[in-house]
């Protein structure tokens, strides 16, 4: 097993990155988006294309950089510490680990156009109030040489601005998964705007057809695809919250340093200072979970479900440690639009959710344990 601590290659891809969004994507950039209402920054997307991030999972041959999933959780950590918003895991890391599955021409194509950041995709999964992709109840009904898409897709992130959709649907002895164009006849998206400020959508689908040439993978065989996506849309999402917890600790110990009362800086406090170390001690134990997650998608794919449920399951819980703290040792402040740590647990509430929230993921752990 490799050791968990970030590589000589991952520390300088962080500190590269960190470079990079301090000055394209800081916090500030985020509000005014949000109060734009704005759900997506297609130059910022663009930059991050140029910089090779789009193609992190996406093979040289197809003009990617192939970094693979340990370099994806280190950049999108390093997003989540200043909330950045883009397409990152829906399309470069999600819908180019479904391509790679299949490696046929088409697939192919289809990566170097994420890796050029000509096309964003949106997974459109889920159809109730939690993940639960197995549960899948939309119909593909055959019709001759293809098939009819008709149901009703919930929460699908970037959904509202996604070129082309990854769709879930029931065949007649399975699951397929679809590679569809969003703006096919028959599709409906109905735009919301979630707590976080980004982008959602619930889409209808009224008879699309989708011919064997959108059937991504095998008829019946979706999850052969599909849940190596998931799980490493899960792995780099709990390391996105990993960045968010960071990004909040750092906001919190700067205020306790600053906030005067009675005269003395409240950081001085011992019951704030105790408060403020536990923090930072599950900080330190969820981003060893993250490490290990991002090894085993790279190194034993086929052995990682658990390490990767584990590090969601981590991520969601301190996430929620820290801004809860960060609101409670800000004191009023932290409870006002005005100021930034509002948006750390608006986000922190949203990626608990996506993906499978902790109860979902401590089930996944459990059964895997043999309880």
Avoid at 42 to 57: F, I, N, Q, S, T
Avoid at 339 to 355: I, P, T
């Amino acid at each position: 097993m490799s050791k968990l601590v970030l590589t000589e290659e991952e520390t300088m891809l962080a500190d590269m990155a960190r470079g990079f969004l301090d000055g394209a994507a800081p916090v500030e950039a985020f509000r005014k988006l949000r109060d734009a209402g704005e759900t997506h920054d297609a130059k910022l997307w663009k930059e991050m294309a140029d910089m090779g991030w789009a193609g992190v999972l996406v093979p040289e041959g197809a003009g990617g950089s192939d970094m693979g999933f340990s370099a994806a959780n280190v950049i999108a950590r390093e997003m989540g510490k200043t909330l950045v918003v883009s397409p990152f895991l829906s399309t470069a890391v999600m819908a180019a680990t479904a391509l790679r599955q299949v490696g046929d021409a088409r697939a192919t194509a289809a990566l170097a156009q994420i890796a050029s950041g000509d096309v964003t995709y949106a997974l459109a999964v889920d159809e109730g109030i939690k993940h639960d992709p197995e549960a899948t109840t939309m119909e593909a009904r055959a019709d001759g040489n293809g098939f009819r898409l008709t149901g009703q897709k919930t929460f699908v992130v970037d959904g509202a601005m996604a070129d082309r959709l990854l769709v879930l649907a029931k065949t007649a002895d399975g699951l397929t998964l679809f590679d569809i164009p969003a703006d096919r006849a028959g599709i409906t998206r109905e735009k919301s705007n979630m707590i976080d400020a980004r982008d959602a959508a619930k889409i209808d689908f009224d008879a699309v057809e989708a011919t064997g040439e959108d059937v991504l993978g095998q008829v019946d065989d979706a999850m052969a695809v599909l849940r190596p996506a998931l799980q490493a849309g899960q792995a780099a999402l709990a390391a996105e919250m990993t960045g968010l917890t960071a990004g909040a600790l750092d906001m919190t110990v700067g205020y306790l340093k600053e906030r005067k009362q009675f005269g003395i800086e409240i950081g001085r406090f011992q019951a704030l200072q105790h408060r403020a170390a536990h923090l930072w001690c599950e900080t330190e134990v969820t981003a060893s979970a993250i490490l290990n997650a991002g090894r085993l998608l790279d190194e034993d794919p086929e052995n990682a479900a658990l390490a990767v449920s584990l590090a969601k399951a981590k991520a969601t819980s301190t996430a929620t440690l820290a801004v809860q703290e960060g609101v409670q040792m800000h004191g009023g402040i932290g409870m006002t639009d005005a100021y930034d740590m509002g948006f750390y647990m608006k986000r922190a509430r949203v990626s608990a959710e996506w993906l499978g929230d902790y109860g979902y993921h401590a089930e996944k752990i459990a059964v895997a344990r043999g309880f």
